[in-house]
């Protein structure tokens, strides 16, 4: 008996298996395809995100006994797919979470005064992250698109979203991702009669918002979903931040944890009653029947992906690991400082037009110092974040739970303790995103409670400070380049 996480991701789809003791059996990765058509603009084709999925799940599968007793659903938030209801097609390359091609759109509903009623009806700021302003897009740069949603055949979802429809033919979301919209009212969890109308976009195409945890639906029998799905429940859907939160056990107040992906992302516990701040996100942790847990959240656009860049781009090192066995090499990074605003700068500065930067560069700087650059500016990115939650939230923050792939990075994480003063504690299982999509799918199936998960999370190495280091000296330094990144738009 097993539980199968589905972690559809910005550059991978992931299937792991785990036991009713919540190990991992198994895992597959298929990668997934970015599109850049035009500067600023990150696309994916919805087909390949739904044909990559099932190919992990095949692949993880195939050798596997395990009967599956339910399925949880985990996914990159805000991307933006609209398909026909009719043919199950979609209309357009989905719009990633990265894409900034709204800018303007926000721009102009900023200057409108809109931004304090977007706020404090949905938690966010008023951004081309979240998918509002990328549906409304899709629907003005599509005729096929409006004329559907005129003769109600047009459906919208995030991948999540997607993925269920897919899989069960039913219409829903999440209340985790709904909040990811900037079209949900955070305090009745509906979508928002005003703001869809004025963005006009039609309450028509949008999915039923249900609980994290509950039956979204049974998977069809079908030849492009491996049959080993076929007749099983989907008890469970989360964002994937939301999802990570909940598989570090992030369940007291304060808890915090950090996932190093393609981006990076804090979410603090807050508790039943949301928290609002204007320089970072409030939003649902989860819901589950009459429980509401909500979240502050800093949200860091580029995190993992700078690293990818120094391999794919730069060709300064072959593979991610060669970044630490460098960034190891030398004692610090030689006064080179690293902004990642690949894709614009997210909480607290929220500035869709910075771009990345290196910074203090002389003629005796290396690959090296690069490298280690590159892993203190995503750790003083999350450092901007923390200390950002702590001032909002009034809540001391003891230690930090981090997960992702670039947590694997030993310098990375002793960084982060050093900047932060605080304990990191890494888990034994990493991809805490998909533990967490299986730990509410047991939940959903009825399998377990809360106090019950409450013991499933295992640390595998704390990271604590060291003292008399200079990292707080250099914060100040990339502080003041990130303000020279902003003055240079």
Partial sequence: MAILALDQGTTSSRA??????FRPLGQKNVPLTQHYPKEGWVEHDAEEIFRSQMEAAALLLADKSEKIDCIGITNQRETTILWNAETGKPVAPAIVWQCRRTAPECEELIGEGLESTVKATTGLPIDAYFSATKIAWLLSHSPEARSLADEGKLRFGTVECWLVWK???????????????????????????????????????????????????????????????????????????????????????GDTKNTYGTGCFALMNIGSRPIFDEKLITTVGWKIGNDVTYAL???????????????????????????????????????????????????????????????????????????????EGIAYQSAELIFAMQK??????????????????????????????????????????????????????????????????????????????????????????????????
């Fill in 16 to 21: 792991i298996l785990f036991d009713r003791s």
């Fill in 167 to 253: 899989l069960t033919g039913n219409h829903l979301t999440d209340v985790t991702n709904a909040s990811r919209t900037m079209l949900m009212n955070l305090t009745t969890m509906e979508w928002d009669p005003d703001l869809c109308r004025r963005l006009g976009i039609p309450m028509s195409i949008l999915p039923k918002i249900v609980d994290n945890a509950g039956l979204f639906g049974i998977v069809r029998e079908g030849f492009d979903i491996p049959p080993a799905m076929w007749g099983k429940p989907v008890t469970a859907s989360a964002g994937d931040q939301q999802a990570a939160l909940f598989g570090q056990t992030c369940f007291a107040l």
């Fill in 297 to 375: 959240e800093g949200s860091v656009f580029n995190a993992g992906s700078a690293i990818q860049w120094l391999r794919d781009e730069l060709k300064l090192i072959s593979s991610a690991p060669e970044c630490d066995v460098l960034a190891g090499q030398v004692e610090d990074s030689g006064g080179v400082i690293f902004v990642p605003a690949f894709t614009g700068l997210g909480a607290p500065h929220w500035d869709m037009y910075a771009r990345g930067a290196l910074l203090g560069l002389t003629r005796g700087s290396n690959r090296s110092h690069i490298c280690r650059a590159v892993l």
């Fill in 392 to 489: 909002a939230s009034g809540i001391p923050i003891r230690s930090l739970k981090v997960d992702g792939g670039a947590s694997v990075s030993v310098p990375m994480m002793q960084f982060q303790a050093d900047l932060l003063n605080i304990t990191v504690d890494r888990p034994a299982v990493i991809e805490s995103t998909a533990l967490g999509a299986a730990m509410l799918a047991g939940i959903g199936a009825g399998l377990y409670t809360m106090a019950e998960l409450s013991k499933v999370r295992i640390s595998d190495r704390n990271f604590d400070p060291q003292p008399e280091t200079a990292a707080l000296e250099g914060y100040a330094r990339w502080q003041a380049a990130v303000r020279a990144v902003q003055a240079f738009e």
